[in-house]
């Protein structure tokens, strides 16, 4: 009974199509007779309610397989475009970058040709080539030496303030103890001509300030410049630092006073070497 089934439906698409062939003959016949016009008319719209649920059928099915393709494809369009985007951002923010760097270059020399505080004192400009930090020392070399006026004792500024002196001296080049530096002590004044001593505590640490009497009137941002002392080895009235901290403390012999300084003691490119000596 199964497989007189299975031969009847495998008979019947066969079936099926002869009919369909046998009307598609007819109906040409009949077009070229010129006679069967109503009659293809009413074929034709017959075929059309037939066909047409099925064409939507169809349609809806594969509307989502095609919208999918063509998302998949405009995703991989957007992909490829941000990548581009991406990059040419990251080319613009350098190129921002460089140009940040060369202002502040370009800043950084115009205030070393037009320092405020050298008195007249002639000055050498130099690069820094290097950084030499530690829990012991700080010092920067400079590409500058005694071939072109740079000496023992000298100091060394910045736009902002003072750096420190110079240490060390060959023919072409040159090394500087900042004021950051442990070993450094620069005599200072402030507020109304009072006398400290600022000394360094390595680098990102802030600088004590020694000698300033209990009860001093010191304020927070309060200017330190150098003293000009006669035995001192800075000349008068260069920026130092400015006061970060004053308090008084139960016993002491001196008020707790702590400063930050003025200068970029962290990344200097540039710096000036005044030709100046102490005096003897």
Do not use: C
């Not at 240490?167 to 900042?178: E, L, P, R």
């Not at 006061?243 to 003691?265: C, F, I, R, W, Y």
């Amino acid at each position: 009974m199964a497989r007189s089934r299975r031969r009847h439906w495998s008979r019947r698409p066969r079936f099926v199509l002869a009919v369909l062939v046998l009307a598609s003959v007819s109906l040409i016949t009949l077009d070229v007779r010129g006679g069967g016009k109503n009659t293809i008319s009413h074929v034709k719209s017959w075929a059309s309610d037939v066909f047409d649920p099925l064409r939507s059928a169809v349609d809806s099915a594969t509307r989502p397989v095609a919208n999918f393709f063509a998302g998949a494809f405009e995703a991989s369009s957007v992909q490829t475009d941000n990548a581009k985007l991406r990059a040419q951002l990251g080319t613009m923010e350098e190129q921002l970058d460089q140009q940040r760097d060369l202002e502040y270059r370009v800043a950084e020399l115009q205030n070393l040709y037009n320092l405020r505080f050298a008195n007249g004192v002639p000055e050498v400009v130099a690069d820094v080539v290097d950084l030499g930090t530690s829990n012991f020392a700080q010092t920067i070399d400079l590409d500058k030496g005694t071939s072109s006026g740079v000496d023992v004792g000298m100091p060394v500024v910045s736009g902002q303030g003072l750096i420190g002196f110079v240490s060390q001296a060959s023919s072409g080049a040159s090394t500087v103890q900042m004021v950051t530096d442990p070993g450094s002590s620069v005599s200072v004044r402030y507020g109304s001509g009072g006398v400290a001593v600022v000394g360094g505590q390595g680098p990102g640490r802030p600088l004590t300030v020694d000698y300033v009497e209990p009860g001093t009137a010191i304020a927070k941002g309060e200017l330190l410049v150098t003293s000009g002392l006669s035995d001192g080895v800075y000349p008068e009235g260069i920026p130092v630092a400015r006061v970060l901290s004053a308090s008084d403390v139960t016993g002491s012999v001196q008020e707790n006073v702590t400063a930050q300084p003025l200068a970029d003691m962290a990344n200097p490119q540039y710096v000036a070497v005044l030709e100046w000596e102490p005096p003897p």
